[in-house]
């Protein structure tokens, strides 16, 4: 089993910046993918950003540019650095990971609320 610990949400005004953190425990085998979903108020959750072991990194096309994710593999911790923050950022964040040995394993953050607001 694998738990997800996410630190790092709060209140920011527009421009801000902000960062996320996650840090995976438990049993570790082997992580494949790291990243990020949200969710904002009356919508569904989306993807935000995934990092692979290896380092290749996806994003929405609504951060782009704006937000960083970053991977530690020795700390199983996955980043991710949010920057020119807007109103629409406004959501609930969570840590997502996969992790593999003969299948695949999916675990969930907690969640982290994120707002931005002047």
């Known amino acids: 089993q694998v738990q997800l610990v996410e630190s790092g949400g709060g209140l920011v005004q527009p421009g801000g910046s902000l960062r996320l953190s996650c840090t995976a425990s438990?049993?570790?085998?082997?992580?494949?993918?790291m990243g990020w979903y949200r969710q904002a108020p009356g919508k569904q959750r989306e993807l935000v950003a995934t990092?692979?072991?290896?380092?290749?990194?996806n994003y929405a096309d609504s951060v782009k540019g704006r937000f960083t994710i970053s991977r530690d593999n020795a700390k199983n911790m996955v980043l991710l650095q949010m920057n020119s923050l807007k109103p629409e950022d406004t959501a609930v964040y969570y840590c997502?990971?996969?992790?593999?040995?003969?299948?695949?394993?999916?675990?969930w953050g907690q969640g982290a609320q994120v707002t931005v607001s002047s």
């Open positions: 438990g049993t570790i085998f082997s992580i494949n993918t």
């Open positions: 997502h990971l996969v992790q593999t040995d003969w299948k695949r394993y999916i675990y």
């Open positions: 990092v692979t072991k290896g380092g290749l990194t």
